[in-house]
């Protein structure tokens, strides 16, 4: 379904109303920087890639399908300048893990039946590796893998982001999944299933 406050604004900007921009800018930073975030990791980088989402949205708006919602295409950018920033080698690994402030007070605010210390330093651990695992990946795995299992999107809607044949996106899934297990296994690596990346 479109959303018409976005149509108008986009419709304002190909009529020579740059400043309309702004407000695609402002609905839509804080959704682009989580895609980006989530993809590289590193806040940063994620910055980075926000400002890259916007400046090839601006370039390229003409090429907007007005029928599809600019969210999807949007988020669409935002994946693919997120794997660029990875692919140039700009993310630091000792910061892969690090939280959004909104994830960080989360954890900050922990019930006061947070697990006792011992599971929390499981989790902790099982946490790195999981981010060590992650860094091990590929670029397009890494993808892949974050929007099926963190975002739950169809593979159908991650071919169509990383613009791939879909046998090549469940190969993607498949390998990120038997790279993680392994990086896992000595935690039980619960909830990873091969199976889960021939899932459509």
Do not use: C
Request: aromatic share 6%; glycine share 6%.
């Amino acid at each position: 379904m479109v959303d018409a406050e976005d149509l108008v604004l986009v419709r304002k900007v190909l009529e020579g109303d740059p400043d309309a921009f702004e407000g695609l800018v402002r609905r839509h930073t804080r959704t682009v920087f989580a895609a980006a975030f989530r993809i590289t990791g590193e806040r940063a980088s994620a910055e980075d890639a926000v400002q890259e989402s916007f400046l090839r949205a601006y370039r390229f708006l003409s090429r907007f399908d007005q029928r599809a919602r600019f969210s999807t295409w949007m988020h669409r950018i935002a994946v693919n300048s997120a794997i660029d920033q990875l692919r140039k080698g700009r993310v630091e690994h000792e910061h892969r893990t690090e939280l959004p402030e909104e994830g960080a007070n989360a954890l900050a605010e922990q019930p006061a039946d947070a697990p006792d210390p011992e599971r929390r330093a499981i989790a902790s651990e099982i946490g790195r590796r999981t981010a060590e695992a992650l860094d091990g990946l590929t670029p397009t795995e890494r993808a892949a893998f974050l929007l099926r299992h963190y975002e739950g999107r169809s593979i159908a809607e991650i071919s169509s982001t990383l613009g791939k044949r879909e046998n090549a996106t469940k190969q993607s899934i498949f390998r990120a999944v038997r790279k993680l297990r392994a990086a896992l296994a000595p935690w039980g690596a619960e909830g990873l299933h091969e199976s889960d990346a021939r899932a459509v």
